[in-house]
């Protein structure tokens, strides 16, 4: 037989203030054996409020902040290492570069994205304390955007923004809009400098593709690549025929006001060999991290790659000349279509006595660790969600309508995510670089199969009192 109810006991449905003095303790001690449970006494609870999705990097670390239509936008970033030089020259260069209204193929919105250092360095030197960044927003048009607040723009995060947080900044996309994306390129510069002055990395990034206009893998010698090259045409491909082809291609959508996607490929020169934390931090799983968190990524691949055709690579050797880690191609086949025995990089001795490897399918990356090769990976972008074209969507009152948007957008974000893309490599050899160096070289290395941070660099570029 059931026990008799007590009048300890809480009737299913009853309001928890029903509960009697003593609340569940005393429910517990009067409730059956069978179902009486302990609840220990609780201490005071210590509530944190974490900045979710906000911040990158666990050493070196960036806080983004700011909206398209808000004040202003910047970032905040940590550990940084002290006495490094730095101004806003620094940061402009690559500002500039990512900057909207910079030609006839980008957003027409007028922003000169002129930098401001806060806090963080003292007469030109890293303090080692937070460095803020702040750039301005000058040329806010809010009123483009009232349909917006109540139309969701199709493949745009405004019905997302809904759902998950039952509030969003209306004009521009707010957080995000690519907008955002100032303050990583400005941390980015800060860690290109440092990886630079450090182990001489150099990281550059090329569009490679638009819409249907694909540039040939062999068209581009990764390690004779230049920044001037990429820089000499509008949309940043460093092959001038390929390039035309690609500005057409965004002024036919354009003046139709329509938009296209494309693919960004970035290489990284001279990275040190042992970045990268197996096995939830593989090098490459923070590459493909950084750059999914891009504005209008869509897919990321390194090395060998997985789909359509990709790089099967080996080194050029120069008559007369030492082997270098210039890569030729000598096939092109889909990565996954190999077998093992096609695809493995096999390993060599070089001149200077280095391990080395003959290919590269591996993008410069094995069991998630560099190798000491050059890195290349490459970044999809999808069409600009915002065109001027007529769309049906729904308003935040669940009706159907047609919808034409205005504001002024990128008929193809690619150009402009080159120094985005940049960045976020940056970003993250630069914070595994400080993991690697807090942990590995804490102690004396195994000099027999490890070598030091910048070994193989002429540290003297910071100067002898910085060195």
């Known amino acids: 037989m059931a026990a008799a109810p007590t009048s300890h006991q809480l009737a299913a449905g009853a309001p928890w203030s029903s509960l009697p003095r003593g609340g569940f303790r005393a429910l517990t001690d009067s409730a059956p054996a ?5 609840v220990g006494r609780r201490r005071a609870a210590r509530l944190e409020v974490k900045a979710a999705g906000n911040i990158f990097g666990d050493y070196f670390q960036v806080a983004t902040y700011g909206e398209s239509h808000g004040g202003g936008v910047g970032c905040v970033i940590s550990g940084c290492p002290p006495r490094i030089p730095l101004t806003e020259e620094d940061m402009q260069g690559d500002l500039d570069r ?22 963080g360095t003292y007469e030109g030197m890293t303090t080692g304390t937070p460095i803020h960044v702040l750039v301005p927003n000058t040329d806010q048009r809010g009123g483009d955007y009232t349909e917006m607040a109540k139309a969701y723009r199709p493949s745009h995060a405004d019905l997302t923004y809904d759902l998950k947080y039952g509030v969003r900044s209306v004009q521009g996309g707010g957080r995000s809009s690519a907008r955002e994306t100032i303050g990583r390129v400005a941390a980015g510069a800060v860690a290109k400098k440092i990886l630079k002055l450090k182990c001489g990395v150099e990281i550059l990034a090329f569009v490679s ?33 390929y390039a035309q082809k690609m500005i057409d291609a965004i002024d036919k959508v354009r003046i139709n006001g329509n938009s296209i996607g494309g693919v960004v490929t970035c290489i990284a020169r001279n990275v040190p060999r042992g970045l990268g934390s197996p096995v939830f931090d593989k090098l490459e799983a923070l590459l493909a991290k950084a750059m ?69 399918r591996s993008g ?16 999809a972008f999808k069409p600009t969600a915002t065109i001027g074209k007529k769309q049906n969507t729904v308003t935040r009152d669940h009706e159907d309508i047609e919808l034409l948007t205005r504001g002024r ?9 080159v120094p985005m893309v940049e960045t ?44």
């Open 364 to 379: 410069g990356v094995q069991g998630g660790i560099s190798n000491g090769e050059t890195i290349y990976f490459k970044v």
């Open 34 to 38: 069978s179902v009486r449970f302990s």
């Open 209 to 241: 593709k638009v819409h249907q206009v694909v540039l040939p893998e062999d068209a581009v010698d990764y390690e004779a690549l230049t920044l001037d090259q990429i820089e000499s045409n509008i949309c940043r491909c460093p092959d001038p025929e």
């Open 409 to 417: 957008h990128d008929p193809c974000v690619v150009p402009r995510a």
């Open 98 to 119: 990512r900057r909207p209204g910079q030609s006839r193929i980008t957003t027409p919105r007028k922003e000169t994205d002129t930098c401001k250092i806060l806090s």
């Open 292 to 360: 999914l968190s891009l504005p209008a990524s869509k897919g990321f691949e390194i090395g060998s790659g997985f789909a359509g055709r990709k790089l099967v690579c080996t080194k050029l050797v120069v008559v007369g000349m030492p082997p270098t880690n210039r890569l030729t191609i000598s096939n092109l086949f889909p990565g996954t279509d190999l077998t093992g025995s096609e695809h493995n990089d096999e390993f060599y001795m070089d001149e200077a006595g280095n391990v080395r490897t003959r290919t590269n």
């Open 424 to 467: 976020m490599a940056a970003l993250v050899l630069m914070d595994q670089l400080m993991a690697h160096v807090a942990q590995c070289e804490m102690f004396p290395l195994n000099l027999a199969l490890q070598e030091p941070i910048g070994s193989t660099n002429s540290t003297p570029a910071l100067a002898p009192d910085l060195a």
